[in-house]
């Protein structure tokens, strides 16, 4: 998936409200920038961080501005915009490029199911529906590993218990961390930041839930699917 304009590079003052973030320029100027993220974005939102905006001439947009990654030493890269995960999986299911969950003939986003949910993606085809979750994944704090969640997310637990509910009739379920950093090696659950979800994993993998987990490729051009990653149970 390729950034619609060049990203520019800038340095974080402050994040606040949530969806809002101001930002220096290289050049000097002081601007405020849409932050499509509504998580705690531990360990990425420090004062001074080198990141990448990407502008936009949009007259119905507000903000001319969206944050979309963070640099990291050594050329490393996070992506903050959790709406990406799901616009490049898109491509990459219809593509069949996921290891996986190939060879399906219909590939649905958005389809409402549960207690008024949608499922990210419903895949069809000969065998049992597949329903794929998707989660992103931008919490590390260890070398290599990535977390999820990185606040609390009675949502994602709900999410998890619906996907349970799909797997006890019959269909397939699957769990998919997407990981939008290119320094990770391995996921985990930070069940330390919210045992109730990883309470509700623990059930949803015993009701026959499927995990799978996934990197990316960041470039301040483009985010593509990365290889699968390997995920260890807390």
């Known amino acids: 998936m390729r950034f619609q304009t060049d990203l520019v590079p800038a340095r974080l003052i402050r994040r606040y409200k949530r969806f809002l973030a101001d930002c220096l320029l290289d050049d000097g100027r002081e601007v405020t920038a849409h932050v499509a993220n509504p998580g705690s974005m531990l360990g990425l939102k420090d004062e001074g961080q080198r990141i990448w905006l990407e502008p936009n001439d949009d007259p119905k947009k507000k903000l001319k501005w969206a944050w979309r990654l963070v640099e990291h030493p050594g050329g490393h890269f996070t992506g903050v915009d959790t709406g990406v ?97 290119t320094d990770i090696t391995a996921v985990t659950l930070a069940a330390d930041l919210d045992p109730a979800y990883a309470r509700a994993f623990t059930q949803a993998q015993a009701a026959g839930v499927e995990v799978l987990a996934f990197g ?19």
């Open 85 to 181: 995960p799901n616009r490049m999986l898109k491509a990459a299911l219809m593509a069949g490029e996921v290891p996986g969950l190939q060879g399906y003939d219909l590939v649905r986003p958005e389809v409402k199911y549960g207690q008024n949910s949608r499922i990210d993606f419903l895949l069809t085809g000969d065998g049992p529906d597949t329903y794929v979750e998707v989660k992103s994944v931008t919490l590390s704090r260890s070398p290599g590993l990535a977390e999820f969640p990185d606040s609390v997310t009675a949502r994602g637990a709900k999410h998890l218990a619906e996907l349970a509910q799909v797997a006890g009739q019959g269909a397939r379920a699957v769990m998919l961390y997407l990981v939008q950093r």
């Open 216 to 234: 990316c490729r960041i470039t301040p051009q483009d985010v593509t699917l990365g290889p699968p990653l390997p995920f260890r149970a807390p």
